[in-house]
């Protein structure tokens, strides 16, 4: 009879400990970087950029860095401008985070800002509200 192994992710796409991790020293390793001002793009040093995650294959080759600019103004621009600066922030990455390869790196804007806040304006929304009353169930 052949044995499962219950750590089996790739059924589940559930990030491992170690993909967790690894993310999370990339997403260190990059913010630090961008808050020294060590990138010199004009774009980029005129923005200020959040890094809330970062994305690890299982095989640690290929990292999805979500972003977002302060204030969520010129986003395509920052984002042109991180995928213009690539090389140079992986190499970097690559001397911070201590790895058997450096990863691939690709960044995606990060959109769960946009849909809390699009959630929040539809919570308070008069119809909504309403409905969320608890002194209009009372009445009835």
Avoid: C, W
């Avoid at 994305?55 to 972003?67: F, G, P």
């Avoid at 806040?117 to 308070?124: D, M, P």
């Amino acid at each position: 009879m052949a044995r499962r192994r219950h750590h089996d992710t790739a059924r589940t796409n559930v990030p491992s400990q170690r993909q967790l991790r690894v993310g999370e020293l990339v997403r260190h390793a990059l913010a630090d970087m961008l808050a020294r001002g060590e990138v010199h793009d004009p774009v980029i040093e005129g923005h200020l950029i959040t890094v809330p995650e970062v994305q690890m294959t299982a095989d640690l080759r290929l990292a999805t860095i979500y972003v977002v600019p302060l204030g969520g103004h010129d986003s395509d621009a920052v984002l042109a401008a991180l995928e213009r600066n690539k090389r140079f922030l992986r190499g970097e990455i690559a001397h911070l985070v201590n790895l058997k390869f450096a990863p691939e790196i690709r960044f995606r804007l990060e959109e769960r800002f946009d849909e809390a806040e699009r959630i929040e304006k539809l919570l308070r929304t008069p119809a909504v509200r309403r409905d969320l009353d608890p002194k209009t169930d009372e009445e009835n």
